[in-house]
């Protein structure tokens, strides 16, 4: 990949790479866009194969944070973090601490929380080598985890298509399909299971399995989830599930999900549309654990309350992205790249008056 040339194309202000050949840390920083804010994001610890995938996948992420939060309207921009490593094997706290510590030479234009591989207990290492970490645990004053909330919006996006496709938000014996069952998938579960929805589940780690069994729930492998037949598929494991392969197997009326950049490309969005399948933008509906981490960076502290009203505003706001769907005749995916898009727009005009006016 040429980078520089990349980055050019798609608006990334920065990529840093770290080392730390003592704890073995490899890692990447992506920073997409600060017109907002400073670039916040989670850091993905992952087994990659490569440097080349690890990179993708930072430029990739950072550059959907950028639109979450521009769409949610937060005053956050886009990045995100990604280690190069196994964290079932080789996390260690030396290993965070340098992740940290690479964290802080950013100074700020970028803030990190929990991702894929990460926890809060990470986050701690992280903080004892730099301030620039959100969404710690309570009892240090942070938000918690972020995929609590990130859980609820994932369930409010899910009622806001029901209603637009059966007509009502209720997902009670509604099938969903879930993919991956970690933190993010568990919470929205949660919900789900109050309603009584049924729910099949899969994942790649065993004791993820044991543990949606100890549930109740259905478990299903890995290559069948995306086959089976079900109301609402739910991807919450890791991006690309969404492509030209996977997408005429699917047997769903409606793809709401968790995890960040499910289309592999822009032209997947296209082909769900055509296909009559209500995909949910990720962006747009996963973004409670974001929201979580603003409602923890204001002067009067955390407030759950606040988080929680603006995370249940995902109702509302998917309900927007498929009105605009329907009115210009465009994918949803089309439709919340615009809403985030306008608002960038928007915040650069002001900005260049004010330059301007100075
Ligand atoms: P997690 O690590 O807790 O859970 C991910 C789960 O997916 C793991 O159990 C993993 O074993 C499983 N998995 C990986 N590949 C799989 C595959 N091919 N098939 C089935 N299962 C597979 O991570 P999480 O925090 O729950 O995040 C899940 C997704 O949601 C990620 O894409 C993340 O970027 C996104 N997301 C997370 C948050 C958050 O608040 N944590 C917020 C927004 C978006």
Redesign the pocket.
Known sequence: MNILEHMNAEGHEQVAMFSDPASGLKAIIAVHDTTLGPACG?T?MWPYESEAEALTDALR?SQAMTY?SAAAGLHFGGGKGVIIGD?HKVKSEALMRAYGRSVDTLGGRYLT???????ARDLEFMRQETRHVT?LPVSLGGSG???????LGLYMGMKACAEEVWGNGGLRGKTVAV?????????LCEHLMEEDTRIVV????E??LDRARDWGLEVTS?NS?MTTDCDIFA?????G?LNSQTIPQLKCRVVA??????LLSDDDGEELHRRGILYAP?YII?????I?VEAEMGDAGYSPERAREKTERIHEIMGSVIRTSQAEEISTAVAAAHLAEERLDSVRRIRSMRRSCQ
């Open positions: 989670g993905r992420l979450k964290p929380t929990t991702d894929v591989g990460t926890t969404g985890d972020t995929s609590i909330m990130t859980g993919q991956g069952f970690g933190k993010v998938a568990s919470h899969t994942d790649v780690f004791d993820a890995p989830i991807p919450c494991a890791l991006g599930v999900g968790g995890a960040n950049n499910q990720d996963n973004a409670g654990g974001i979580n």
